[in-house]
Each structure stands twice: as structure tokens, then as C-alpha cells.
């Protein structure tokens, strides 16, 4: 079972209990950058997936709620792809989000075209809203999920 290990502002991630690596490393570093940048704090940060001993992957919050909305975004590491972990992030990461704010709506954004990001979605409760214009990406498909507690 997947756990998640946030990835704290001060560069820490690790609880001794997974093995770092360049990439993880990597990620940190980048995540600290974010928080310089947007402001974020727990618990609307990053957190690396951690199966055992290893990081299979990362999700994250990409801002701290606005207008009772949050924006989540994942990725698993190629070598554990299609594993089911991705999926598991999600739901660890929601249960995270509706633990601090039971009434936030999570939100997602996907390329347009069928992908495994879909399925992931889908699976995890989230329903396609349609089509917006990312300032980064383009046009994107946004996706949205309520708790079903409210």
C-alpha cells in the first residue's frame, strides 16, 4: 500500500524510511522552489509516493485553496506505471484534502486526448468538465471531484 511523505519547505522529505536517488532529489529540490514562489503550506503541498522503501511517484497540491477550489496534479515514475499507484496517490491525496476542508472541490487538468490520466481520474471519482485554456499547456481538459460528504 502506497503511503505518502510530504515534502516539507525545508528540503526535508525523508522519515529515513525510503531510499533517496538523484530524481527524488530532484523533485524535492523543485517542490522547494515552488513553495518559494507560490506560497504554499501544509498541508497544500507535495508528497512523494512511497511503496516500501521505494518512490514510485509524486502528488501534489499546485496552490493553496482559492474560492473553496484546489488544483492536484501526479505522476508516477515510468519504471511503476500502470501498477495502480498513481491511483492510490489520488485517493490518499483527496482524503488529505477533505480531511483539512471538508467543502473543497479538487480539481485537474489533462491533455485533451484519451490517456492513462483519464482512466486514473475516472477511477478516482472525478468527472470531465470540458475544455479550458491553460496558461502553460493550452487547451487542456479540466476535471472536477466533490466530496461526497457535503
Known sequence: MIRLVEIGKDATASDGSFKSTPKVEAIVNDSIKFYEVSGCSSPWVSYLGVLNETVVGVCSFKSQPTENKVEIA???????????????????????????????????????DSNASHRVLEKCGFT???????????????????STSN
Open 74 to 112: 501526479y505522476f508516477t515514475f515510468p519504471e511503476h506505471e500502470g501498477k495502480g499507484f498513481a491511483s492510490q496517490m489520488l485517493h490518499l491525496l483527496l482524503k488529505l484534502a477533505y480531511t483539512n476542508l471538508p467543502s473543497v472541490c479538487v480539481s485537474a487538468r489533462t491533455l485533451k
Open 128 to 146: 470531465a468538465a470540458g475544455i479550458v485554456v491553460d496558461p502553460e499547456d493550452g487547451e487542456v481538459l479540466e476535471w472536477f471531484h466533490q
